[in-house]
């Protein structure tokens, strides 16, 4: 029995086939979700339409989540039109997250008002807004929101910075959201992946020392692939976590969980 038979939602976030957001997906479709996309932009469209055939979907929505003074209705009107298609969903992925390149790099407190704004707009509230316009297809039945976050929001990471802040804001909103969406048996959870090779991760200055690192440090010794990830991600979004949230959960072998790192793991 394929544990997400019936079951419908909408993935935030693809950009190409190493994207963590498509690990989720195909696993999800493996196990019978039927899935929902969007998409950034007509850049992002052109790569995640070839992806969409390989598993048979066939519903795409662009949504930029950056918010500005004239418009911050992006998410709103996202789920607008996914109400069109669907009269309920049960599972939404956010794995979605931006700086300014330039600012993942140097010391976090020279990061700019802008650049902070942002971040913060693009990589926390973008998930809160998302809660907010889905529930109306969730509140019926319930359902389940996931998000990914990063080590560097609870301690430093080289070069993580503002990002670290913005990851800080995302993993503290996982929580109120729990609660408030509790009482609809909407459960709202996160994973905290260790390093991946994506065009997000490569946006962060010096990922390949990051890399090494975590990889040499962590109890099992490897930086997790797409596959731990959304069986992680399969967990949090199935009835199996049926009784989980407000979790942050951490896919990163372990590497969370060491203060001290042995000699030998440094070399
Ligand atoms: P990725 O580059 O494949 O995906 C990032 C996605 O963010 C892209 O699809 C991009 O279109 C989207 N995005 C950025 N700004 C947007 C906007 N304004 N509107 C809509 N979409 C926007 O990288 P990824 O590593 O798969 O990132 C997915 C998530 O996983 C992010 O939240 C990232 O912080 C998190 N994460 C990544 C790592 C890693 O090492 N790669 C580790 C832990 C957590």
Redesign the pocket.
Known sequence: MKIMKNKKGLI?????E?????GIAKKLSEEGAELAF????EG?KKRLIPLMESINAKKCYE????TDINDES?IEKLFEKISKDWKEIDFVV?????SDKEELKGKYVDCSRENFLNSLD??AF?FTRTAKSSFPLMVSKGGSLL????LGAERTTPNYNV?GVA?SALEASIKYLAMDLGKSNIRVNG???????????A??SG?RHVYRYSENVAPLKFNPELQEISNSALYLLSNLSSGVTGNIHHVDGGLHSVAIPRSNDLE
Do not use: E
């Open positions: 935030m976030g693809v950009a190409n190493r994207s963590i957001a498509w969007s998409y950034q932009n992002f949504c930029d989540v950056s992006s956010h794995a979605l997250a931006y693009i990589s973008s998000t990914l976050s990063y990002m990851k994973l905290s992946a260790g390093p991946v090779k994506t065009l997000a991760g946006a962060i990922a």
